[in-house]
């Protein structure tokens, strides 16, 4: 009976799989064709659609915003996680707790209300449609699950690890970078 049950899981899985990869698949095919509209099959292959991006200076621009926007936040994201996925962990004080809760709010809380919160909130500051705006905003959007995995990551055993540190004569930034880093990392 189990192993009936375990086959018939299986091909579930694999079927709900293919079903969403099938779109995907499908999708590629299309773009591969030489015609100007949408046909399947693709008649003609061709890379020419993939060539035309790069000569589309547009196209170029807002890849180039994409990566600067993606690096910003990553490195904002990453840094102020750690410093507050740090702090969370190591602090027993009731405000920790609440303030654990306030790095809760964007994962809870639906993205509309988020976007329409920070449209009002960069208005007035004068930073609407800037790099600024959208960097803050996916910061804000990314940063609670940098502070989750922190947090997670530098439980009761870190502590134990960096005491140890401390106890061979390690300062504090010896014992970030040569024990909690790693842990983290």
């Not at 899985?13 to 590629?28: G, K, Q």
Request: net charge positive.
């Amino acid at each position: 009976m189990n192993r009936h049950h375990n086959r018939a899981l299986t091909a579930i899985t694999y079927i709900l799989c293919a079903f969403l990869i099938l779109p995907v698949v499908l999708i590629f095919a299309v773009s591969l064709t030489d015609t100007t509209y949408l046909t399947f099959p693709p008649r003609g292959l061709t890379l020419r659609w993939y060539l035309n991006v790069f000569e589309n200076p547009r196209i170029i621009k807002a890849l180039w915003v994409s990566v600067k926007v993606g690096f910003a936040t990553a490195v904002l994201a990453t840094t102020l996680g750690i410093i507050g996925g740090l702090y969370l962990s190591r602090s027993r004080n009731r405000g920790a707790r609440l303030i654990s809760l306030l790095f809760l709010a964007p994962l809870t809380v639906p993205v509309i209300v988020l976007a329409i919160g920070l449209l009002f909130t960069l208005t007035s500051f004068g930073l609407l449609r800037s790099f600024t705006a959208i960097v803050v905003g996916h910061v804000i959007i990314t940063f609670p699950y940098v502070i989750r995995m922190i947090v997670a990551s530098t439980g009761r055993s870190i502590e134990q690890l960096e005491s140890a540190a401390a106890v061979l004569g390690a300062n504090q930034w010896q014992t970030f970078q040569g024990v909690t880093f790693p842990v983290i990392r």
